[in-house]
């Protein structure tokens, strides 16, 4: 190629003419802020079309992972995650002391009976 020259270096391949302002009708949408506990703000576009209701009072926000809601001063408080359970605390959850005592004795019997105590 002579002159290194090329007529559509600088565009987008199947843009359309250079130039053109009006790619097609674009849908009414409505912009929703949401605050997170941190006071950082996130802004979320939905259809105009939809019912209010349909809008979410809490989103997540994409970078505190913290949730974020519609009132500034009141953000919504973060989920309290429960600490991983063992058996045992699933068990003490459960049986009371008294039925936990009478289980043990009832096996440790079981075990002297054949062992022949």
Same mark, same amino acid.
């Given at each position: ?20 302002? /009006? ?20 802004? !979320? ?5 939809? %019912?209010?209701?349909?809008? %979410? ?17 009141? %953000? ?6 429960? %600490?991983? !359970? ?23 019997? !079981?075990?002297? /009976? !054949?062992?022949?105590?």
């Amino acid at each position: 190629m002579a002159g290194g020259a090329s007529a559509i270096r600088g565009t987008r391949v199947g843009s359309g003419p250079m130039g053109e302002q /009006d790619h097609g009708h674009q849908a009414g949408r409505v912009a929703v802020t949401y605050w997170d506990g941190l006071g950082n703000e996130i802004v !979320k576009h939905y259809s105009a079309d939809i %019912p209010d209701a349909e809008i %979410p009072e809490i989103v997540d926000h994409p970078k505190s992972g913290l949730p974020a809601g519609r009132d500034k001063a009141n %953000p919504p408080a973060p989920e309290k995650n429960e %600490p991983y !359970k063992t058996h045992l605390a699933y068990v003490k959850e459960r049986r009371s002391d008294e039925e936990a005592d009478e289980l043990l004795d009832e096996a440790l019997q !079981k075990l002297r /009976d !054949k062992r022949g105590e």
